[in-house]
């Protein structure tokens, strides 16, 4: 007969004791991951950006389909005022005009892409686009229409842009008057026509602005 060994009371105890202990550390290392793991998530996050600084680099698609001629439409793009407008025949007539009394009338500064650097200041001759921001001092400027009464554009007025600000005034392709605060035309953002009715503002063909 072969004898059993005798029952350790303490063995067994440490045996108990060591199973437990081994438990309660698989628990606390799970949960510890779980910790970690959320806590890593909004701090992984934290390095992407935000929704609106997307936006602020973002180019931006514009209508231009329900704009009528002589008619203006304002957008949105890094923050900044974009206008839109369809001139009419007669504003495009009057373009060459006022050369004699710009500052730069054949766009020689740097303030439009390459093929905005004509009489228009366009992609096309009706479509202006254009920062509505002043170059002085970055007020934003009002259309005033050829038969304003505003005695601050003179009588000879032709129809453009007035800035409130300090008197800067600008013809209907952005181009700054002489001897006005102002020292170069308005800007010219990069843009590109997807179709007929649709811009899109801040990239061309050559990218992103």
Same mark, same amino acid.
Request: glycine share 6%; charged share 20%; net charge neutral.
């Given at each position: 007969?072969?004898?059993?060994?005798?029952?350790?009371?303490? *063995?067994?105890?440490?045996?108990?004791?060591?199973?437990?202990?081994?438990?309660?550390?698989?628990?606390?290392?799970?949960?510890?991951?779980?910790?970690?793991?959320?806590?890593?998530?909004?701090?992984?996050?934290?390095?992407?950006?935000?929704?609106?600084?997307? *936006?602020?680099?973002?180019?931006?698609? *514009?209508?231009?389909?329900?704009?009528?001629?002589?008619?203006?439409?304002?957008?949105?793009?890094?923050?900044? =005022?974009?206008?839109?407008?369809?001139?009419?025949?007669?504003?495009?007539?009057?373009?060459?005009?006022?050369?004699?009394?710009?500052?730069? =009338?054949?766009?020689?500064?740097?303030?439009?892409?390459?093929?905005?650097?004509?009489?228009?200041?366009?992609?096309?001759?009706?479509?202006?686009?254009?920062?509505?921001?002043?170059?002085?001092?970055?007020?934003?400027?009002?259309?005033?229409?050829?038969?304003?009464?505003?005695?601050?554009?003179?009588?000879?007025?032709?129809?453009?842009?007035?800035?409130p600000c300090h008197g800067s005034?600008?013809?209907?392709?952005?181009?700054?008057?002489?001897?006005?605060?102002?020292?170069?035309?308005?800007?010219?953002?990069?843009?590109?026509?997807?179709?007929?009715?649709?811009?899109?503002?801040?990239?061309?063909?050559?990218?992103?602005?």
């Amino acid at each position: 007969m072969t004898d059993c060994p005798a029952f350790n009371p303490l *063995a067994a105890h440490a045996h108990d004791h060591d199973a437990e202990r081994r438990k309660w550390l698989q628990i606390t290392a799970a949960t510890a991951g779980v910790a970690t793991v959320a806590t890593a998530i909004p701090f992984v996050a934290s390095f992407e950006p935000s929704a609106r600084a997307r *936006a602020m680099g973002a180019s931006v698609e *514009a209508n231009i389909a329900d704009i009528l001629p002589g008619q203006l439409k304002m957008v949105e793009w890094r923050g900044k =005022p974009v206008w839109l407008m369809r001139r009419t025949p007669q504003m495009l007539a009057d373009l060459p005009t006022l050369d004699s009394r710009l500052v730069d =009338p054949h766009s020689k500064t740097m303030q439009q892409p390459g093929y905005a650097r004509n009489e228009h200041r366009s992609i096309r001759p009706e479509v202006f686009v254009a920062v509505g921001i002043c170059t002085h001092l970055g007020c934003s400027p009002n259309r005033v229409p050829a038969d304003s009464m505003n005695p601050s554009v003179g009588s000879d007025w032709k129809g453009g842009f007035f800035c409130p600000c300090h008197g800067s005034t600008f013809d209907f392709a952005g181009r700054v008057f002489k001897n006005k605060p102002a020292p170069i035309n308005l800007e010219v953002p990069r843009h590109k026509y997807l179709s007929d009715s649709q811009l899109l503002i801040g990239e061309d063909d050559l990218g992103a602005a």
